[in-house]
Structures are given as structure tokens and as C-alpha cells.
């Protein structure tokens, strides 16, 4: 964990040891791993620190902020590291999180076992021991956001305003000569004289 990401306290968002996941022991970041890949786990991340007080998602722009960057796991700790001050856009966080070490030692560990395996194209599957754990998952939803998200994505958040972020694709940047399209010109461009604008 880097420095920037704060501090990474004990909690239920630890990942189990393969041996737990094989007897369906297996914490959220395994249901969010089972039920919706690498994307899903650090969507489960995001709900937590969310509802956390961690993080704050503007709903017009998709840009995170970081408000509190302590951290309950090593997953939300990554995501955390990746939060500039500045902010940054949802899916490039997601994106970003999904692809750390973090979350590669969640289906590393799912992997050992025998929960998923390398499909045709190398992206990971659940196998028949798996889809039967993701079913129990989908079974028991638990009633917590993160619970929610990992085991049936943001479809199944409560929370409408996160839930609508989280489904929808991030805005288009806003490209600085947008205006001169819309006839918004500088001087030097517009057909006045410049006695015009004089006293």
C-alpha cells in the first residue's frame, strides 16, 4: 500500500484464504469477482468507501473525490492510491483498480481454489464449483450497499443516486474550442472593430 492511500484498518472486507473460498466462505470481493469480474470488485470498493464517508462521486461529471483516505482493505486502499487530489473519472478509476495487484491476488486466490480458470481468450471463468457459489451469492443477498453491489451489481444498489452514476457512462470532456462552434468568438475573431468596445 502507498503512503498516499492512508491508513488500512482490519475488517469483513479482508479477502479469505482459498481454502475458506472452497468451503463458500468467501468475503464480497470473491462474490463481486464471481458475479461480475475484476470491474465489479472495484465497483464494491467504491460503494464502500461511499457510503463510508471516503470517497464523494459528483453525479453531473462522474469525477471522485477523496474526502478520507483511510482505508478498510487492501482493495479500497488501491483505489484510494489512484485518487489524485485533483479528482479523477470513475471509469478510469474503475478501470485502474480493476487492473491492480490487489484485485489480481482476488482471482489469484479464487483461481488456487478451483473457483475460476483461463477461458479460451485467457480471461478468467467460473467453474462449475464456481457458478454454484455465485448462485448461493445471488440466493443470499446480504443488505449492506457493498454486500448489494458484489453480489448483484449496481443494478441492485438502494442507494438511486449512486446506483444511476455507477450505470451510466461517464461524460464526454469538454473540448476548450467547443465555444468557437457555438459562436462564441474572441476579439481578435469577431467581426467588430475594436473602437467598438472603447470608451
Known amino acids: 500500500m502507498t503512503a498516499t492511500a492512508g491508513t488500512c ?4 472486507w479482508t479477502t479469505t484464504r ?26 464494491t470498493a467504491l460503494v464502500a468507501l461511499h457510503e463510508g464517508g471516503g470517497v464523494r462521486v459528483s453525479r453531473g461529471t462522474h469525477r471522485v473525490q477523496a474526502v478520507n483516505r483511510d482505508a478498510d482493505d487492501p482493495v479500497q486502499a488501491a483505489l484510494l492510491a489512484r485518487v489524485p487530489d485533483t479528482g479523477i473519472l470513475l471509469g478510469d ?15 489469484d486466490a479464487l483461481k488456487e481454489a ?17 457458478r454454484a457459489a455465485r448462485r448461493r451469492a445471488v440466493e443470499d ?4 450497499g457493498p454486500g448489494r453491489c458484489a453480489a448483484l451489481g ?10 444511476e452514476i455507477l450505470l451510466t457512462k461517464d461524460p464526454k470532456p469538454l473540448k476548450l474550442d467547443q465555444g468557437r462552434r457555438h459562436g462564441h468568438q474572441n476579439l481578435e475573431s469577431s467581426n467588430l472593430s475594436d473602437t467598438q468596445y472603447g470608451p
Open 9 to 12: 484498518r482490519a475488517s469483513q
Open 18 to 43: 482459498p481454502r475458506e473460498a472452497i468451503m463458500g466462505e468467501h468475503g464480497p470481493y470473491e462474490t463481486a469477482f464471481l458475479t461480475g469480474g475484476a470491474v465489479r470488485v472495484a465497483q
Open 93 to 107: 478509476l474503475l478501470r485502474a483498480t480493476a487492473a491492480s495487484d490487489e484485485v489480481h491476488a482476488i482471482a
Open 114 to 130: 478451483g473457483l475460476v480458470r483461463a477461458g479460451l481468450r485467457g480471461a478468467l471463468r467460473p467453474t462449475r464449483a464456481g
Open 141 to 144: 443477498v446480504p443488505a449492506d
Open 154 to 163: 449496481p443494478d441492485g444498489l438502494e442507494d438511486a443516486k449512486l446506483r
